[in-house]
């Protein structure tokens, strides 16, 4: 066990970092296992006080499983946890929570129908079962004045922008007088503003004496706003870097064990053929609300659009009617000069349209069926998968299974591997091989890669320009503005259920995107 020693400098995997100070946290030898998974072989972490560190690694290095075990979610196999110099045993997060740590989860654990400031008690009413509004208001205001957080107590949290929303996680942790404060994914569904917003809150905590774990895959934002970086690979350590004497390209290295392939300069193709016309299109949401209103655009052969935005305002929607799987209220949708605005998913596929839906888990696959089976879905009574569109022939489906495993690099490249078994990055390669195999004249994705490490992220992003390579339009959905930017040709942007701007990529900068997805004019961007 580590106390208080002399400082020296220490060297995990290849990278060394510099004299360290005396550690808030010390994580030391954690190893877990679930069934024949080693999801972490023998872990240190190592957190001094009043830093910003980064946790990085891709899918599986097991970053959340180290948070969750330090949280109390889960209990380690074997080793230690030493927190303010002393040996600490957490067996649940109310552990956690008196010891001064907080998490603050990707996705938000609030009620909506309560206030914020209800919100923030909730679980810790110290004044009894009857709540008194006005006390626990003053309690907010006070928070939200110490750590410069804006919010309104009063207001309900369903009335508010995503971006508040998470500001009322950090102040519930604080609330409960958390130290040390884990951020997981926290840029996932901010606008850039917002994620600007975010880390001026982030570097005030650590003024304030906070010491705060960043777990995120957005290396730009590792690079702009943490002092020490932790990279995690295969459930081991990888790396330990100080982030103001490294960079990017060398975490991601550290991050997947080698280096990393750049999108290659793309030249402009001649775009003639109007694959997809959109004009006018309406439709509702699940609730009966206007989801879209009034969408015109088009794609040309050669061409990726992307469709920037914060999530809820008629992204899905938008791909949803592309498909036929949501009813178009008015307005065409023309593929080759045909409406196809009433036409049902199978129509709309036969037209050469490919999906690949933001949530694989759900609308992409059948996790319960194997790699060959998923991969043939949708086009299962045809030949040469079935005769007569109704007896499968099971050596058909297992070869295409095969070779398309090792074509789209599954791994393992096993056709009768169950799909649930898969990492997330495997899966979408999966969504991906049956969908872009067909090679199709109108590919719809939407957020390619939610969920997915930078490996996974570059063969996703190599695919959809080949596709684009070979004359195929893509319509491109993405919460990811660096993703947006990087492949598209031309960006509109949506608010509110309308396109509020088309703009050429090569003159879309970040801010100017941010201020359009926040709902400002096109003349104040």
Do not use: W
């Amino acid at each position: 066990m580590i106390g208080a020693r002399p400082e020296r400098a220490r060297t995990t995997g290849a990278t060394a970092v510099g004299t360290e100070r005396v550690p808030l946290l010390e994580m030391r030898g954690i190893r877990k296992r679930f069934g024949d998974l080693q999801a972490l072989d023998g872990v240190d972490l190592v957190v001094n006080e009043g830093e910003i560190h980064a946790l990085v690694g891709e899918n599986g290095a097991g970053k959340t499983t180290l948070m969750n075990v330090l949280y109390g979610l889960y209990h380690p196999d074997s080793g230690t946890i030493r927190y303010r110099e002393r040996d600490v045993r957490i067996t649940g997060p109310r552990d956690a929570i008196a010891l001064g740590i907080g998490m603050i989860h990707q996705h938000f654990m609030l009620v909506p129908p309560l206030t914020v400031a209800e919100n923030v008690v909730l679980g810790d009413e110290r004044g009894g079962p009857v709540l008194d509004d006005r006390a626990i208001e003053e309690r907010v205001r006070g928070l939200e004045e110490r750590f410069a957080i804006a919010v309104e107590p009063g207001a309900r949290v369903e009335d508010i922008p995503l971006g508040l929303q998470q500001r009322v996680e950090i102040l519930k942790v604080l609330y409960r007088g958390s130290e040390l404060l884990i951020f997981d994914e926290p840029t996932a569904v901010l606008t850039p503003q917002e994620v600007d917003e975010l880390f001026a809150i982030v570097r005030t905590l650590r003024e304030e004496g906070k010491t705060l774990i960043l777990i995120t895959h957005k290396l730009r934002e590792v690079m702009a706003v943490t002092d020490r970086i932790t990279v995690l690979r295969g459930g081991r350590n990888a790396g330990e870097l100080v982030t103001k004497q490294t960079t990017p390209a060398e975490i991601a290295r550290a991050m997947v064990g080698r280096e990393m392939k750049q999108l290659k300069a793309r030249a402009t193709p001649p775009r003639t053929e109007v694959i997809l016309d959109v004009r006018g299109l309406e439709a509702l949401s699940d609730r009966g609300s206007p989801a879209l209103r009034g969408i015109d655009f088009e794609i040309r052969s050669g061409e990726i659009l992307g469709i920037a935005g914060v999530g809820g305002n008629g992204q899905s929607e938008l791909a949803q009617c592309l498909l036929g799987l949501r009813k178009v209220a008015a307005g065409t949708i023309r593929i080759g000069g045909i409406d196809i605005s009433r036409d049902d998913p199978k129509r709309t596929r036969a037209r050469g349209v490919a999906y690949v839906p933001e949530d694989r888990r759900i609308e992409g696959l059948v996790l319960a069926f194997t790699v060959a089976d998923d991969f043939i879905l949708g086009k299962q009574d045809r030949p040469p998968y079935a005769a007569n569109g109704i007896v499968l022939d099971p050596a058909a489906i297992l070869k295409a299974g095969g070779r398309l495993a090792v074509e789209y690099d599954v791994r393992p490249p096993n056709p009768r591997a169950i799909v649930a078994n898969l990492s997330g990055g495997n899966q979408q390669k999966v969504v991906l091989g049956r969908e872009l195999s067909e090679r199709p004249k109108l590919i719809v994705v939407s957020q390619p890669t939610r969920g997915l490490d930078i490996a996974a992220t570059e063969y996703v992003h190599e695919r959809l320009l080949e596709q684009r390579g070979q004359g195929a339009a893509i319509l491109l959905v993405s919460s990811e503005l660096d993703e947006i930017r990087a492949l598209s040709d031309r960006i509109a942007v949506m608010f509110e259920g309308r396109i509020v701007a088309v703009l050429d990529a090569a003159s879309a900068t970040e801010e100017r995107l941010g201020l359009l997805m926040a709902g400002h004019t096109e003349a104040a961007a």
